[in-house]
């Protein structure tokens, strides 16, 4: 399928091709330096099950209340706008990775944990490099891999075929889906980027992750990047057993010395119990 026809596709799907409407205004106001919490915090509890689902995050170890976080404005006080924004946009992305797909091949459960092990990465990274939003970092890294899950659901058979090379080959998953579809998850991603009018540093990093960018030049990509490739070491992986290294652009301009990687690792793996465990995963 052209990607052209792809896109006409995801726009007209309901459920793939819009976020819910309470998760793009909350994206749109937390992008809008004069949106209040207040503002936020009414259009959360017009839905019940986003409510709940924010106060038991508030109420989490993670956030070190545990128990004490009654209303939503309280656990958008203690969470802060950009960390209530993941959890607002990742509770719609979980629901449409948890979703039924079509392709036999493709591992719902296992991309999800890489997509947070992602996030997690990108977060932890971008404390170290002190970039000013951790959490835009965490959401980027969530939802870098997004295009796969528009090839699960219109291109199942092509998924499929690629997902077996890659496998036979022991390549990267990104390789063999060029090869099969002439396009990558990267291009497709974009598409849905679109759709979804995510901001455009996020849309940025979606973009970049498979470059070997520099971090003065796209510092979401670049943590995106270097957090997608230590969720594969951490085993957080899709696809073939690949060896994934840091690309050398990235590693230099992320300065991260080689020596703390291990530790980063380890952190990285314990950082992603935390995590789904106060998601309840
Ligand atoms: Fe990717
Ligand atoms: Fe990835």
């Not at 009414?42 to 099950?49: F, H, N, P, S, Y």
């Not at 948890?98 to 092990?117: M, N």
């Not at 890294?141 to 022991?170: C, K, W, Y």
């Not at 990558?184 to 679109?194: K, P, R, S, Y």
Request: charged fraction near 20%; include cysteine.
């Amino acid at each position: 399928m052209e990607l052209s026809a792809l896109a006409i596709r995801v726009a007209r799907t309901p459920g793939l091709g819009m976020l819910p409407q309470v998760t793009s205004q909350v994206l749109r106001l937390v992008d809008n330096q004069d949106a209040s919490p207040r503002q936020i915090g009414a259009i959360i509890e017009r839905d019940a099950g986003l409510a709940s689902k924010l106060l038991k995050t508030a109420n989490s170890a993670y956030y070190g209340a545990p128990g004490k976080i009654k209303t939503v404005s309280q656990a958008i006080s203690v969470m802060g706008l950009s960390a209530v924004r993941s959890v607002v946009v990742g509770q719609a992305y979980q629901q449409m990775t948890a979703a039924r797909g079509a392709s036999k091949r493709f591992d719902r459960l296992a991309f999800w944990q890489h997509s947070l092990a992602t996030a997690t990465a990108a977060r932890v990274l971008a404390k170290l490099r002190g970039w000013r939003d951790p959490e835009e970092a965490f959401l980027a890294g969530l939802l870098h891999d997004a295009g796969r899950l528009v090839m699960d659901r219109f291109l199942p058979n092509e998924l499929d075929q690629a997902i077996t090379l890659s496998l036979e080959r022991v390549v990267p998953l990104i390789e063999t889906e060029r090869e099969v579809m002439g396009y990558t998850h990267v291009e497709v991603g974009d598409l849905l980027a679109e759709q979804w009018n995510l901001p455009e540093g996020i849309r940025l990093a979606l973009r970049r992750h498979h470059d070997d960018v520099d971090f003065e030049e796209c510092p979401l990509g670049c943590l995106v990047g270097a957090a997608n490739v230590l969720a594969h070491q951490t085993g957080f992986t899709l696809g073939a057993p690949v060896v994934y290294e840091m690309p050398p652009t990235l590693r230099q301009s992320l300065g991260i010395p080689d020596a703390q990687y291990e530790g980063l690792r380890q952190a990285i793996v314990q950082e992603v119990t935390k995590v789904q465990h106060a998601l309840k995963i």
